[in-house]
């Protein structure tokens, strides 16, 4: 069973490193939609800093991009434990940026309207539609 599980997470780390070297098409161009969501909300001047706290946080991370890319061309050279242990860092560090970036979003969206929200929901809900096809 136990080398079922660690095959298992090999694949989802290849898997995840593999989809973040070629991200799907709505990550390669985020400011147009930023600014397309940004014109949508139709923000007060006093919403605007956690705007630019959202858009920052949102941001294409490339510190987080060369993380995935070096555990990519480093998983095949190590043994087994130590791919193990790399893509447990990995994902790791992963999981906090995903923590850090919704925490952002969040205390953007607390800052929003209820028509706001609305249109947030819907903006955000068909970006991360069409990234997933």
């Known amino acids: 069973m136990r080398p079922l599980i660690l095959a298992i997470g090999l694949c989802l780390a290849m898997a995840s490193s ?69 893509i447990e860092a990995t994902m790791s560090q992963d999981i906090a940026d995903f923590h850090r970036q919704g925490e952002a979003v969040i205390a953007f969206y607390n800052q929003l309207t209820p028509d706001q929200q609305a249109i947030f929901d819907r903006q955000t809900q068909a970006a991360s539609s069409q990234s997933g096809q």
């Open 18 to 86: 593999a989809s973040a070297q070629n991200p799907p098409a709505s990550a390669q161009n985020p400011p147009s939609r930023l600014t397309q969501l940004h014109d949508a909300l139709h923000l007060a001047p006093t919403q605007d800093p956690a705007w630019r706290s959202y858009v920052a946080a949102v941001a294409a991370n490339p510190q987080m991009q060369a993380r995935r890319n070096a555990t990519g061309s480093l998983l095949p050279t190590l043994p087994t434990p130590r791919r193990i242990a790399l």
